[in-house]
C-alpha cells in the first residue's frame, strides 16, 4: 500500500507545478505594467517572459500584448482581476513575437477586440508555425489550448484610438526588434508602452527584424514624443534614461564596435571577441552577448 502511494507521488509530482507569478505594478493613475520574468519561455511562466500593459477605463480594460499562450493569456486575466472587474475590451499586439499575440483567441473569446500594425499581422501570419513548433519544445503541456488568430483591425503607420476618455497613438516607425513593432503614446498621461523596442534590465537580442539601424531610428522617433514614463517589452517601468541606456547605447555601441571590426578587415570571429563588459551589467547578458555581436556583424557586413 505505501509502495503504491509513494509510485503515486512520484508519477504525479513531475506535473506539479510552480506558476511564476506576474508582478501588477502601478505606473500611473489608470496604467499598470505587469511584468513577467526576465528568463527563457517555460512551463510555469506560459511564455509569459515579457512586460505587458494594462489601462484601466470606465469603458473597460485595454490590454497591450495578449500573452505567449492560451495558459498566458490566463495568467494575465488572473493578474488584471487584481486591479480591476472591468473586462479586456481591446487588445493591441506591440509586435510580431508570440508573447505579443498567441493569448488572443482567449481575449477574442470574451469580446476584446485586436489591433496591430499591418506589418506585425503579416510576421504573425509568416511565423505562426515557426512560433508554435518552438514553444512545443519549450512549454509541451503548458502550451495546450494555445489556437492561432490575428487582429482584427490594422493600421499601416498611424492609428489615434479614442477609448474609455483616454487618447492613444499607436504609431509603427519601421522594423526594430520585429518588423511590425508599434509604441503606444499616452499623449496626457506622457505614458509610452515601448513594446519589444525597449529592452531593460536585461540584455536585449537583435531579432527576427534583423535590422539594426532601423531600431535606431525608431528608437530616436519613439523618444521625440518625450515620455515621462517607458514601459518596456521586458524588464520593469523605466524612465527614457534607463530605456536608452539599457537598449539604445546598447545597440549604438555593438553596431560602432562591429563597424571597427569590418574596417579592419576582421570576420564573425572578431565580433564576438568585441568586449562588452561595458553591458554585463544586464541580465543574461553573459548568455546572449557574444551572439548578439555574430547577429550584428552578420546584418553589417551586407548593409
Ligand atoms: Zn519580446
Known sequence: ???????????????????????????TENVYAIVGELEQRNPDNYANNATFGLVVTEEGALLIDSGGSFKGAEQLDRAIRTVTDKPVKIVINSGG??????????????????????????????????????????L?????????????????????????????????????????????????????????????????????????ASWIKVFETMMSYQPKYIIPGHGHPATPEQARADTYDYLKFLRQEVAKVLEDGGDAQDAIEIDQSRFSYLKVHDRISRRNAQEIFNQMEFE
Open 1 to 27: 500500500m505505501r509502495k503504491t502511494l509513494l509510485t503515486l507521488l512520484f508519477a504525479v509530482a513531475p506535473l506539479i507545478q510552480a506558476e511564476t507569478a506576474l508582478e501588477v505594478q502601478r505606473v
Open 140 to 212: 509541451g503541456k503548458a502550451l495546450e489550448g494555445t489556437e492561432e488568430s490575428y487582429a482584427d483591425q490594422i493600421f499601416e503607420e498611424r492609428m489615434d484610438l479614442k477609448f474609455g476618455g483616454f487618447d492613444f497613438i499607436l504609431i509603427h516607425a519601421g522594423p526594430a526588434h520585429t518588423v511590425g513593432d508599434i509604441f503606444i503614446w499616452m499623449p496626457r498621461q506622457r505614458v509610452m508602452f515601448s513594446g519589444d523596442i525597449v529592452y531593460t534590465e536585461r540584455a536585449l537580442g537583435p531579432g527576427p527584424a534583423q535590422d539594426s
Open 97 to 138: 513575437q508570440d508573447h505579443r499575440w498567441l493569448g488572443n483567441s482567449y481575449f477574442k473569446a470574451r469580446g476584446a477586440h485586436v489591433i496591430t500594425s499591418k506589418a506585425a499581422d503579416a510576421d504573425h501570419h509568416a511565423r505562426t508555425s515557426d512560433h508554435f513548433n518552438r514553444l512545443d519544445q519549450l
